[in-house]
Nanobody, 117 residues
Framework: QVQLVESGGGLVQAGGSLRLSCAAS????????MGWFRQAPGKEREFVAA????????LYAVPVKGRFTISRDNAKNTVYLQINNLKPEDTAVYYC??????????WGQGTQVTVSS
């Protein structure tokens, strides 16, 4: 079955950096658009960033543009999210997403990112 396993979250001070990873298995990774979403306490899950199957196209939510960088390594079946200049409002559970069609849309279990001021 499809598994997406996130890692790299943690507690960091404002201004710090983290690199999140998402290792995928059970799917043909190179054919999926990969994305990152986040959900803060009491809020709905929101889009953060996405990357095309080839890595040639990326898309970012406005609040993270310029601070977050999404990348992928199809040889390792892994997608990354480099997060720089973290802000307290970035505190959330970050989820990895693999999307190909509405029936082939998978989620990881999430990794917690907490930013202290």
């Amino acid at each position: 079955q499809v598994q997406l396993v996130e890692s790299g979250g943690g507690l960091v001070q404002a201004g710090g950096s983290l690199r999140l990873s998402c290792a995928a298995s059970g799917l043909t990774f190179s054919t999926y658009t990969m994305g990152w979403f986040r959900q803060a306490p009491g809020k709905e899950r929101e889009f953060v960033a996405a990357i095309s199957w080839s890595g040639g196209s990326t898309l970012y939510a406005v609040p993270v543009k310029g601070r977050f960088t999404i990348s992928r390594d199809n040889a390792k079946n892994t997608v990354y999210l480099q997060i720089n200049n973290l802000k307290p409002e970035d505190t959330a559970v970050y989820y990895c997403n693999a999307f190909r069609t509405s029936l082939r849309n998978y989620w990881g279990q999430g990794t917690q990112v907490t930013v202290s001021s």
